[in-house]
């Protein structure tokens, strides 16, 4: 309230806002201010999640990272799912001719065969049960730990 006509212009423009009618006065300890309350009709989370998850993938910076021989996509490994779950329900995503689907694989030699993890929770539980730990500080401190036993009994 009180402000130049130049920052009044500014603030209208910024906002979105055609008159200064259109803004609300709120009242605090300083004093009386414009404030523009704008509403936006949101989009489906799972489809933003379609969007950006393929982005995030190009962009997702690896200290060491290989192709696939298939795209220019540079990853950890070839990437051959990309499993996208959203309230239970998957979320199609394709990256690269990569699509989703899912499910994802347990140890290759220990436990093959898909898994369907229904969320987060359900996702390490079955890998944990088909031979994969996730949590790469419980897989350092498995190693470690057998490591030490290995050593205690060769008295090493």
């Not at 130049?6 to 300083?30: N, P, T």
């Amino acid at each position: 309230m009180g402000a130049p006509d130049q920052a009044v212009a500014g603030f209208l423009k910024s906002a979105g806002l055609a008159s200064i009618d259109q803004a609300q006065v709120v009242e605090d300890k300083k004093g009386a201010f414009y404030v523009a309350r704008i509403e936006r009709a949101g989009r489906a989370t799972a489809a933003i999640v379609q969007e950006i998850v393929p982005e995030i993938i190009r962009a997702f910076p690896w200290p060491k990272s290989m192709r696939s021989g298939v795209s220019d996509l540079q990853w950890v490994r070839p990437l051959h799912n990309v499993l996208c779950l959203f309230d239970g329900a998957p979320v199609k995503i394709e990256i690269e001719g990569v699509g989703a689907k899912p499910e994802t694989q347990g140890h290759r030699f220990h436990a093959p065969g898909a898994i369907k993890p229904k969320d987060f929770a359900d996702y390490a539980a079955k890998l944990r049960a088909a031979k994969v730990l996730i949590d790469r500080d419980e897989r350092k401190t498995i190693i470690l730990e057998a490591a030490q036993k290995l050593c205690a009994g060769k008295g090493a």
